[in-house]
């Protein structure tokens, strides 16, 4: 029987542990074979890639990532779909009827851009995916508060929103919110609103997080969705 494995990472274990042992993943309840891992390039683009059984292993020992991606989708049982994170949103997809699961990496360009819809897109066009059945799953990312641009950026992302029929739902002066965003987006793409699940976190303000504004490190939460066989 199949089932839809998600883990929504915090700092351990970290991105930067894994790269340099690249050995299995010990996640609660499941060990996830570095040899079946996903990694794409996540070059704040909006590219959602289809994965084939070859991706298995992208992004460890020579394998390169997935190139320019920031997500991808995959039917695929024993493919485990990595996204890593500090104050970006990881979003994961599941669809249990269809099988089908995807991951994508919306950043500040990406969520702009409307990275989600293109995932569920994808998930509709290459495995016949209904969004009624589709539950995102949001991780945790930077808040509103702790999300301050320049005036520039601000006024770039809230006409591209407006553009898009989006409310960019900020009070504050050059503060982005990104999880208001997302989550209007998922609607759009015609997702039902209580299959919408959030991790109400800032990785900001909560120390198990890392985060680039705060650390100005190189580390990154892992954001893991697979189909098991069980
Ligand atoms: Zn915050």
């Not at 289809?50 to 990532?65: K, V, Y």
């Not at 987006?185 to 303000?205: D, P, V, Y």
């Amino acid at each position: 029987m199949k089932k839809i494995f998600i883990h929504l990472g915090t700092d351990s274990p970290d991105y930067r542990g894994l790269m340099h042992a690249q050995q299995d993943l010990e996640l609660p309840g499941q060990t996830v074979p570095a040899a079946n891992l996903v990694i794409c390039e996540q070059t704040h683009s909006s590219l959602v890639h289809i994965c084939r059984e070859g991706d298995s292993g992208a992004g460890l020992g020579a394998h390169p990532q997935i190139p320019v991606a920031d997500g991808f989708s995959t039917n695929i049982p024993g493919q485990f779909l990595l996204i890593r994170t500090a104050d970006c949103y990881p979003v994961l997809f599941s669809d249990a009827e269809a099988m089908v699961v995807a991951a994508v990496h919306s950043g500040r360009e990406g969520t702009r851009q409307n990275i989600v819809e293109q995932a569920v897109n994808a998930m509709m066009r290459n495995y016949g995916c209904d969004p009624a059945n589709i539950v995102a799953h949001i991780g945790a990312g930077i808040c509103e508060d702790h999300y301050e641009v320049s005036e520039e950026i601000w006024r770039e992302f809230n006409q591209t929103l407006e553009q898009q029929g989006f409310c960019p739902c900020t009070k504050k002066f050059r503060h982005l919110n990104i999880r208001t965003t997302i989550f209007q987006q998922l609607i759009r793409a015609g997702l039902k609103f209580i299959n919408i699940e959030n991790i109400h976190a800032c990785t900001f303000e909560n120390p198990n997080y890392f985060s680039y504004r705060r650390d100005k490190g190189n580390n990154r939460q892992i954001n893991i969705i697979g189909i098991i066989n069980e």
